[in-house]
């Protein structure tokens, strides 16, 4: 069982280049985020979804663009990656939106030349 | 506007000593969850434990627990008889009806010394 799988671990992108992230999860969950996580600001939401061909945006999506075309996967878009895009980014799963359990995958760590 | 405040930015102690980290809450919302979840250094971020704000028992699991007072909006995480192994940053989040966001407090980082 594999829960939250990211893809890839690590990028180093140019300033200007466009990437990809791909999240998978193999629990059947309906919600699916992506964070971004930066030293001393703890976790940051940048898109969202409750469903299937749904998403909504967070805290930070600027910049950032996503798609849920099937249930298992969310993919997050960096269209013209900018040096403060330098990020951990993680994705996350959860059944509902309040039942708390976020599931999480390992984490994608992108740097921005 | 939610807000979650973990005014301790790192704690060291030595091993065996017991530690609180201290997550301090605002909402307006009247139905809210709060959560603790754990990044050791490998990165990955564990869920340690929810609680609703009709729940105001105090929760223990082994050398785990957690204060919840909403009289002072507080959700405090204590480990008892710490090992190097709890070395790790912490996080405290809340939820309300209101949002979908899960809103995180900046961590705390918790250094134990053999």
């Known amino acids: 069982n594999a829960g939250v799988t990211q893809t890839p671990k690590f990028r180093v992108l140019k300033t200007g280049q466009s990437m990809t992230l791909l999240c998978a999860q193999d629990m059947n969950h309906e919600y699916m985020y992506w964070y971004r996580q930066d030293p001393g600001m703890g976790l940051r939401l940048i898109h969202y979804s409750v469903g299937e061909g749904t998403t909504a945006k967070g805290e930070v999506p600027d910049g950032y663009n996503v798609s849920r075309l099937k249930k298992q996967n969310f993919l997050l878009g960096l269209e013209s990656a900018a040096p403060s895009q330098t990020s951990v980014y993680f994705c996350?799963?959860?059944?509902?939106?309040?039942?708390?359990?976020?599931?999480f995958g390992e984490g994608s760590r992108l740097t921005v030349l | 506007a939610q807000k979650v405040t973990q005014a301790q930015t790192e704690i060291s102690v030595v091993e065996k000593e017991d530690v609180t980290l201290d997550c301090v809450y605002e909402t307006r919302d009247t139905t809210y969850y709060l959560f603790w979840y754990k990044q050791p250094p490998s990165g990955e971020l564990v869920f340690l434990i929810r609680?609703?704000?009709?729940d105001e028992q105090n929760e223990i699991s082994g050398r785990y627990s957690w204060n919840f007072q909403k009289s002072t909006s507080s959700f405090n995480f204590t480990i008892t008889a710490s090992q190097v192994v709890d070395s790790a940053v912490y996080f405290c989040?809340?939820?309300?009806?209101?949002?979908?966001?899960?809103?995180w407090g900046a961590g705390t980082k918790l250094i134990i010394k053999p």
């Open positions: 989040a809340l939820t309300a009806d209101s949002n979908y966001q899960l809103i």
């Open positions: 996350a799963s959860s059944l509902s939106w309040n039942t708390g359990e976020l599931f």
């Open positions: 609680r609703n704000s009709f």
